[in-house]
């Protein structure tokens, strides 16, 4: 009779492990649907460094990334200084919480920023066409990458910049080192769904491939149902989380 407690009792966890402290040490002292969110201190987090004590070069601000992934893009830039010591590479964005991308979402949903030169508060009326015009290259709070500590933004947010100049030699130098290092593109060109072409945003895939199967498989419908009401617009996310959060690359997945 006691063993048939105790085997009902371990058979419990997964389902309940959502609200608690995570077990198994990849998110820390951090609920797992709080980590895939970003409804963290990535300063508090044990598992979280500072760029700026790797001496990873950055556009000023603070950043913060897992420590594997931060290592990972310290050699990365070493190797590629070795074959580029004059040509730029920085760090523009790094680690965003829920809050931080509520603000960068809800400015361009109400209008105070504009999106391809447009309020679209007034030029896009309908809750979910609005959301998908957003959607081309931002994300809906919750939903991002940047919430997981594994991806940064370098040098420009514009695809022309990595046609010529210092962003070309530094793009084709990642096609073909970045996995060695661990690193991976998730929105390239020509995908069917999802943000389009981001050739600025590198991603540490031995552990976003986790993230990513985690939030589509745990922590997907929680964020749905969670997320209603919290931000502008966020009656549009249920179906359209999951698509933008699985339509990445095959190098990434
Ligand atoms: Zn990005």
């Known amino acids: ?43 508090a987090h044990p598992l979280f460094v500072d760029l700026a004590s790797l001496k990873i070069p950055s556009d000023g601000r603070k950043h913060y990334l897992r420590k594997e992934a931060a290592t990972a893009l310290h050699d990365l830039i070493a190797a590629f200084r070795k074959d580029h010591p004059k040509t730029e590479f920085f760090v ?30 007034k030029s896009v009326r309908d809750p979910r066409a609005r959301a998908l015009e957003i959607l081309r290259y ?3 709070p919750g939903t991002s990458r940047h919430h997981w500590g594994t991806d940064v933004d370098i040098n420009d947010l514009a695809n022309r910049y990595f046609d010529r100049g210092d962003g070309k030699i530094l793009y084709d130098w990642l096609r073909v080192n970045a996995t060695r290092f661990g690193f991976c593109m998730p929105y390239t060109a020509g995908r069917k769904h999802g943000y389009r072409e981001e050739r600025w945003h590198w991603s540490y895939a031995p552990l976003s491939r986790q993230f990513t199967r985690q939030w589509l498989e745990l922590s997907g419908k929680k964020i749905i149902i969670s997320s209603k009401g ?24």
């Not at 919480?97 to 679209?120: H, M, P």
């Not at 009656?235 to 990434?252: F, I, M, N």
């Open 1 to 43: 009779m006691r063993s048939l407690v105790l085997i009902a009792l371990f058979s419990i966890p997964a389902v309940f492990c959502g609200g608690a402290a995570s077990e198994n040490g990849l998110y820390g002292p951090v609920s797992v649907s709080d980590y895939l969110t970003g409804r963290f201190d990535p300063a």
């Open 92 to 121: 523009r964005s790094s680690t965003r919480t829920f809050w931080d991308q509520k603000k960068i979402w809800e400015e361009k949903y109400n209008g105070a920023t504009l999106v391809g030169g447009r309020d679209l508060s």
């Open 230 to 253: 919290v931000f502008a617009g966020s009656e549009t996310c249920g179906d359209l989380a999951p698509q933008y959060v699985s339509s990445v690359s095959e190098s990434c997945r």
């Open 138 to 140: 931002s994300s809906m």
